[in-house]
């Protein structure tokens, strides 16, 4: 791969226990590299700089794989809440193509791009829908989001799409103390995970739940 960023990213799969073959180190390479096409006439992400959209957007999304292949091994089916650039959403479409993974947006350029990627990407598993959430019936065995709305509105706005069974996985930065407290009673916190990102020096959280 002549990528320039490609060695950083060989170092944080490293760092994180993942193995990726070298055709999905470069889809995700390819996929940064779409961001920042995009970003420039879509403002996908506040972040511009390429080797930082590499540590906090592909790496921070990476870092979610080995927690999600643990807490759910066989998950065949993915709702991205919020979905906007597409993460975690094309990240989890590239590293587990077994997974089918759907990312809602209401903003209709955000669920373009996302079909551009995944038609760009060869990504059969990954598809763009413009919609609001509550307008999806599902089901999805698990449902995520990535700093999009607050827990309570999370889970209360895609409650229809999780199939019976089914988790609801929030990525965070610190432990979100007053978004727990403020969960509807119906939904049952399983646990706060904390993650550590190589090469980010923040807080990260994954914030497990499920109905209780």
Known sequence: MSHALAPALRQGLVALGLDLSEHQQQQLLAYLDLLGKWNKVYNLTAVRDPAQMLTQHL???????????QRV?????????????????????IACPEV???????????????????????????????SRVED????????????????????????????????????????PLDELAALPKDVALEQVQPLQVPGLDAE?????????
């Open 59 to 69: 790496l921070d999304c990476l870092a979610i794989i080995r927690p999600l292949r």
């Open 73 to 93: 091994p066989n998950l065949k089916t993915v709702l991205d809440v919020g979905a906007g650039g597409g993460l975690p959403a094309v990240v989890l479409a």
């Open 100 to 130: 089918q993974v759907t990312a809602v947006d209401t903003v209709a350029k955000k669920a373009a791009f996302i079909q551009t990627a995944a038609h760009a990407l060869g990504l059969s598993n990954l598809k763009g829908v413009h």
């Open 136 to 175: 999806l019936s599902g089901p999805f065995e698990l449902i995520t989001s990535r700093a999009f709305a607050s827990l309570a509105d999370f889970v209360s706005g895609s409650r229809a799409a999780l199939q019976p069974g089914g988790v609801w996985l929030a990525m965070k930065g610190r432990e």
């Open 204 to 212: 990260r959280c994954l914030v497990w739940m499920k109905p209780s």
